[in-house]
């Protein structure tokens, strides 16, 4: 049997993590069980919530452990085992973290497949694509010449929440940093990009938002949101799907302060997290497949090459330093 070298949490960050905070710890993996399959991770993907989850204080999901494996979903290939409809060779998906081979049940996986690239399964058919479709399909119910503004337009899950919107048939407003606009517009289709590190921001925001916005798709939190606030529209919906600067902070005085404008516009906050709803997500899932199939969704990421360059491309990523879903290669 192969060794298995994993990342666990060696010390908490008080900013961002490095790779100090982590230790490799090396091991023989074991024959799997009747109901088990071994499964060699190919690619892991890197998320805001393992920065929150590194520091301990409340949240909305448990922090690490000191000493645990640092969770993550991956894309992986079956290479022993035959269970739950799975075997040999097969690709899969699943949450089995920052390690170079996995024990996993058969009900822990996803099949994948080679009709899309493998970063696809990680990207518009993971978490990110089918948090946006979930947040707006369920809450938003996005109308024709509405107007949507989201917040990290150019990020992992802004990103997917842009291109949904516009094939709603909504006017999309995307706010990114200066160096993400051409992006935001060229690529994902947006009708305007704002960049929030301009020293005219608000005054670009209120243009862009013309009359209002009608939906706000939040994964920021903090004084971009507030700015936002000031441009929306009458019973505007709010849909909190991250705090990104307060989730990665002790200070909850970073959560939204405007709260006069959401009340003068007797505006909806709905705040949502993926881990509610199950059944939406695997029909998500299919909707999203046949979007891919259309070539209707482009996905933007970034793939670092490297099992040892794990910790370190967490910290740039959440420094800002990358666009899109990023992914380091194992395999």
């Known amino acids: 049997m192969p060794e298995s070298r994993r990342f666990v949490l060696a010390s908490r960050p008080t ?25 060699r991770i190919r690619l892991v993907a890197l998320s805001p919530w393992q920065g929150q989850r590194l520091k301990d204080f409340r949240n909305y999901t448990k ?8 969770d993550c979903d991956v894309l992986g290939e079956v290479v022993l085992g035959n269970a739950g409809g799975f075997g040999k060779g097969d690709l899969v998906t699943g949450r089995l973290g920052w390690q170079e081979y996995a024990l996993a049940k058969p009900d822990q996986l996803l099949h994948a497949g080679d009709e899309f690239d493998e970063t696809l399964w990680l990207t518009a058919l993971s978490s990110p694509g089918l948090t946006a479709y979930c947040a707006l399909d369920m809450f938003a119910r ?53 960049a929030h590190d301009a020293d005219d921001f608000a005054e670009r925001l209120s243009d862009a938002c013309g009359e209002g ?14 700015a936002v606030f000031d441009n929306i529209a009458k019973y505007a919906k709010v849909l909190m799907v991250g705090r990104t600067v307060s989730n990665n902070s002790e200070r909850p005085d970073l959560d939204y302060v405007n709260l006069r404008q959401l009340w003068a516009r007797e505006a909806s906050i709905q705040c949502f997290s993926r881990y509610s709803y199950p059944r939406e997500w695997a029909f998500a899932r299919e909707r999203m497949i046949e979007l891919c199939r259309d070539g209707k969704i482009v996905a933007i990421d970034q793939v670092l090459d490297g099992f040892e360059n794990t910790p370190r491309a967490l910290g740039d990523m959440l420094a800002g330093k990358y666009t899109g879903k990023v992914m380091v290669r194992y395999a």
């Open 142 to 194: 996005p109308m024709p010449g509405q107007t949507l503004v989201v917040t990290s337009a150019a990020g992992s899950v802004g990103s997917y929440a842009v291109q949904l919107g516009k094939l709603a048939g909504m006017r999309v407003v995307g706010i990114c940093s200066d160096r993400k606009r051409d992006i935001v517009i060229d690529r994902l289709g947006a009708d305007a990009a704002v």
């Open 15 to 39: 900013g961002l993590p490095g790779p100090e905070h982590f230790e490799i710890q090396t091991g023989e993996t074991r024959t799997p069980s009747d109901d088990e399959l071994l499964v």
């Open 213 to 226: 916005a009608h939906v706000v798709f939040d994964t920021v939190g903090g004084p971009v949101a507030d």
């Open 63 to 70: 922090p690490f452990e000191l000493g645990e494996l640092i």
